[in-house]
């Protein structure tokens, strides 16, 4: 596998970072995952806008040009002997002793690194079955609109999640359903969706944000306002949206060590509709 870093794509092996480098030491960076399909990335612009959103937030000079990236980027995809997959990128503040405070740091040189994994299969199981979730309180941070390489509070929801036999941890902050510890969340009620809106309690999904535009060109209203718990409980349809998990229906939950079914615990025809329009968007 190659690597990029910064603006070199090298062997695995010679892709060094320092371990005084503040991502290792206080997950002080950013990254993003963006999936390819047959060779193409999608949305790459959207994700590479979010990039530097993220780092703009945590004030991180972002002092790589988004063209330049999308070429790099598109090298080390031809590199990558495999047509269909995903890259990760990150973004560190650069290496320097340990120290909160780097406001006075002249020389900090941000470190960017990007590598792909191969992912040949479409998550179609999942997809079509649906998964069953764990429903637990948000511990996050109150910043979750940065993509933050801090990700113990996601890490320990997951892992939490998975010990129940379930795929993903679905959080509420206050008694509303936020998003998914590395997803977001919709709900069909009415014949409406409903999602979280995009504020600091969530990070705004690229994916979240393609299928609210699908949703608008089928003439399917989204609501963006925070629903209950309840709501989700009761809810019709549900499903989740990321980037390489794409959009699976929520077919159970677990509650209280309950377990409970969304609406009928099959995959529902909206949920499959704007499956398949997305479907259409990568191909
Ligand atoms: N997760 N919400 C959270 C907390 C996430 O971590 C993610 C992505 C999403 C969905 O965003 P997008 O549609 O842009 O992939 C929502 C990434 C993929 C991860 O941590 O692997």
């Given at each position: 596998t190659k690597v990029l870093l910064n603006d070199k794509i090298v062997e695995m092996n010679q892709a060094t970072v320092s371990i005084l480098d503040r991502g290792y030491q206080f997950g002080d960076g950013v990254y993003e995952v963006i999936r390819f399909y047959n060779g193409e990335f999608f949305e790459l612009l959207s994700h590479l806008e979010r990039f530097k959103k993220s780092c703009e937030e945590i004030g991180i000079p972002f002092h790589f040009?988004?063209?330049?990236?999308?070429?790099d980027f598109n090298n080390l995809l031809k590199s990558a002997n495999f047509p269909s997959g995903y890259l990760y990128t990150q973004i560190t503040r650069g290496t320097m002793q340990r120290n909160h405070l780097y406001v006075h740091e002249k020389n900090l040189e941000p470190q960017l690194v990007a590598y792909t994994v191969k992912e040949e299969q479409r998550p179609f199981e999942n997809m079509t079955n649906g998964?069953?979730?764990?429903?637990?309180e948000d511990i996050r941070w109150l910043r979750c609109d940065i993509k933050s390489l801090n990700l113990l509070g996601s890490v320990m929801l997951k892992n939490q999640a998975a010990s129940l036999d379930?795929?993903?941890a679905v959080l509420h902050r206050n008694g509303y359903i936020t998003e998914g510890s590395a997803t977001n969340v919709f709900i069909v009620k009415d014949g409406k969706l409903l999602t979280h809106p995009a504020n600091n309690l969530i990070l705004n999904g690229?994916?979240?944000?393609?299928?609210?535009?699908?949703?608008?060109e089928?003439?399917?209203?989204?609501?963006?306002?925070?629903?209950?718990?309840?709501?989700?409980r009761l809810a019709v349809e549900a499903f989740t949206s990321a980037t390489v998990s794409e959009i699976c229906p929520i077919v159970k939950f677990i509650e209280n060590n309950n377990e409970f079914q969304i609406g009928n615990g099959q995959r529902g025809p909206i949920t499959e509709i704007i499956q398949n329009a997305y479907t259409k968007k990568i191909n």
């Amino acid at each position: 596998t190659k690597v990029l870093l910064n603006d070199k794509i090298v062997e695995m092996n010679q892709a060094t970072v320092s371990i005084l480098d503040r991502g290792y030491q206080f997950g002080d960076g950013v990254y993003e995952v963006i999936r390819f399909y047959n060779g193409e990335f999608f949305e790459l612009l959207s994700h590479l806008e979010r990039f530097k959103k993220s780092c703009e937030e945590i004030g991180i000079p972002f002092h790589f040009d988004l063209n330049t990236l999308q070429i790099d980027f598109n090298n080390l995809l031809k590199s990558a002997n495999f047509p269909s997959g995903y890259l990760y990128t990150q973004i560190t503040r650069g290496t320097m002793q340990r120290n909160h405070l780097y406001v006075h740091e002249k020389n900090l040189e941000p470190q960017l690194v990007a590598y792909t994994v191969k992912e040949e299969q479409r998550p179609f199981e999942n997809m079509t079955n649906g998964i069953k979730v764990l429903l637990c309180e948000d511990i996050r941070w109150l910043r979750c609109d940065i993509k933050s390489l801090n990700l113990l509070g996601s890490v320990m929801l997951k892992n939490q999640a998975a010990s129940l036999d379930a795929k993903e941890a679905v959080l509420h902050r206050n008694g509303y359903i936020t998003e998914g510890s590395a997803t977001n969340v919709f709900i069909v009620k009415d014949g409406k969706l409903l999602t979280h809106p995009a504020n600091n309690l969530i990070l705004n999904g690229i994916t979240r944000q393609v299928i609210i535009s699908i949703a608008n060109e089928l003439d399917i209203e989204v609501v963006d306002e925070a629903f209950t718990i309840n709501e989700f409980r009761l809810a019709v349809e549900a499903f989740t949206s990321a980037t390489v998990s794409e959009i699976c229906p929520i077919v159970k939950f677990i509650e209280n060590n309950n377990e409970f079914q969304i609406g009928n615990g099959q995959r529902g025809p909206i949920t499959e509709i704007i499956q398949n329009a997305y479907t259409k968007k990568i191909n």
